[in-house]
């Protein structure tokens, strides 16, 4: 019974490199999202998706790529890192159309140096 | 501009202290007002879910309630294990997004 899995747990990057922080849930939810987790700010919404082939920025896109070629696997790409970036970062999937409870996963420390 | 601000920020009580938590939102087209506790070092997890005003929910010493324009979380006799931070998001129909507050640390001594 995984629900949302998140890799990896941490991460160091320099200024400039690219990744991707991946995410994946096995509840057949349609609806997926990201967010960052700043001291003192909450959550706040990166990217979500309403299901495969649809996403939508949220309050905080600029930097960050999304996909949706499946319904269970949701990829966040950070194109060109940037200190202002280091964050916690959460996976989340919903039942229905987002607005019923929420699983996250355990979340992505990432630091950028 | 949909806002979800929580009160206090932190919050410091004796084992058996009852209290409040604080929600206000200004969200268009609410489509669910939500509770979750977050513990260090892991993702949120998921208390209750209110769609209506007047609406009330328990969880053990947890009770969510909603009116029009905010929420609270009440603790009726809170025991350390109850220290968490418990964050407040609201669903906006108008956005299809669910919006954060920056959460109440809560810290309960014995």
């Known amino acids: 019974n995984a629900g949302v899995t998140q890799t990896p747990k941490f991460q160091v990057l320099k200024t400039g490199q690219s990744m991707t922080l991946q995410c994946a849930q096995d509840?057949?939810?349609?609806?997926m999202s990201w967010y960052r987790q700043d001291p003192g700010m909450g959550l706040r919404l990166i990217h979500y998706s309403v299901g495969a082939g649809i996403t939508d920025q949220g309050e905080v896109p600029n930097g960050y790529n999304v996909s949706r070629s499946t319904t269970e696997d949701f990829p966040l790409r950070l194109l060109s890192a940037a200190p202002s970036q280091t964050s916690v970062y959460f996976c989340?999937?919903?039942?229905?159309?987002?607005?019923?409870?929420?699983?996250f996963g355990q979340g992505t420390r990432l630091t950028v140096v | 501009e949909d806002q979800v601000t929580q009160s206090p920020e932190a919050l410091r009580l004796q084992e058996g202290e009852s209290s409040s938590l604080n929600c206000s939102y200004t969200v268009s087209g609410l489509r669910g007002l939500f509770w979750y506790r977050q513990d260090p070092g892991k993702g949120p997890e998921f208390l209750f879910t209110?769609?209506?005003a007047g609406e009330e929910k328990e969880k053990e010493r947890l009770k969510a309630t909603l009116t029009k324009k905010e929420s609270f979380l009440h603790i009726t006799a809170p025991k350390p294990e109850d220290s968490a931070t418990y964050l407040c998001?609201?669903?906006?129909?108008?956005?299809?997004?669910?919006?954060f507050g920056a959460g109440t640390r809560l810290a309960v001594h014995p």
């Open positions: 509840m057949n939810h349609e609806y």
């Open positions: 209110l769609y209506s």
């Open positions: 998001a609201a669903f906006s129909g108008g956005y299809n997004k669910l919006i």
């Open positions: 989340a999937s919903t039942n229905n159309r987002g607005n019923t409870e929420a699983f």
